[in-house]
């Protein structure tokens, strides 16, 4: 039965609560919704834009609002009893324990400026542990997903993080903030991380960052001052396919705070962003 189909995602039923049914849901309401906004960014005019939101730069476009309404209305009928997060103002309280988490697009100025990595993440949570995810990268034509306990895959193949041993080696990930504070002390901590790794990434999609740990095309991912949403499946992912998140203290990780390692490496970054700590 498609995940889609009346009566497969109705909270309270057993079945329906398995992860890798709830993962499941989550690949075909992020690839939809992929969909929607890629097709929107085919048909739109040369220079479209949006509007912003906390700063000049944090766009958003009628597509980021066509994505999410489609994600909410499937969830509103096939799951009415959980609630909603959503990047673009949905704020549904629940009654069912599980918690979704939706990034409609991903990477918003990536997609504006006709960049390739922007994605569609869609996570579910139960009381307050991620327990199902996808992230759709539609102009890669890939979809990342995972379930708790049962891995995670890349277009439904098994995926892992990088075998990286050696800092020096690694290919880091990390993203900047919109207000120009925080960018300012997110790029002291990149001049002197710099010095330390291969080299750094700035892809401009956290969803993407963390889908990129869990297959191995990067070795390593942080960031600071993220939201719930941005991070919420890309993570699972990333620890199902064997990273380790934290935040830079070792703790649990968190959308402010967020490092992601291939297990090879993630002590080390701890240890160097620790050491790192430009003054506010
Ligand atoms: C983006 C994040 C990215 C961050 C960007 C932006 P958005 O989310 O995914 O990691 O570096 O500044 O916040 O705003 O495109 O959904």
């Not at 969909?35 to 220079?47: F, H, N, S, V």
């Not at 209305?73 to 069912?96: C, F, K, M, V, Y």
Request: aromatic share 6%.
């Amino acid at each position: 039965m498609s995940p889609l189909a009346e009566g497969s995602g109705a909270s309270g039923s057993s079945d329906a609560d398995d992860p890798i049914v709830l993962r499941d849901l989550a690949i075909e309401l992020a690839r939809g919704a992929g969909q929607i906004a890629l097709d929107g960014r085919r048909g739109a005019a040369a220079g479209f834009g949006g509007s912003t939101k906390s700063s000049s730069t944090d766009i958003v476009t009628e597509f980021d609002r066509a994505a999410e309404a489609h994600i909410v209305a499937t969830l509103r009928r096939l799951r009415p009893d959980d609630a909603i997060i959503g990047e673009e103002g949905t704020s549904d309280t629940g009654t069912s324990g599980f918690s979704w988490f939706v990034d409609p697009i991903d990477g918003t100025t990536n997609f504006v400026f006709d960049q390739p990595a922007w994605s569609c993440s869609v996570a579910v949570g139960r009381d307050d542990e991620m327990i199902a995810g996808a992230v759709f990268v539609p102009p890669m034509d890939e979809m990342f997903a995972a379930a708790k306990g049962a891995g995670a895959t890349r277009d439904g193949a098994p995926i892992h993080a990088s075998d990286a041993d050696d800092l020096a080696l690694a290919l880091v990930g990390t993203g900047f903030g919109y207000r120009p504070a925080t960018r300012r002390e997110q790029a002291l901590v990149l001049a002197d991380l710099i010095t330390q790794v291969r080299d750094v990434r700035r892809l401009g999609s956290a969803a993407v960052d963390l889908c990129m740990v869990a297959c191995g095309r990067l070795d390593a991912y942080y960031e600071r001052h993220l939201n719930s949403w941005d991070a919420a499946a890309g993570e699972l992912i990333a620890r199902e396919a064997g990273a380790i998140s934290s935040d830079f203290d070792g703790g649990a990780a968190r959308p402010e705070e967020m490092l992601v390692a291939a297990p090879g490496v993630h002590r080390a970054l701890l240890d160097a962003l620790r050491g790192i700590r430009p003054a506010h």
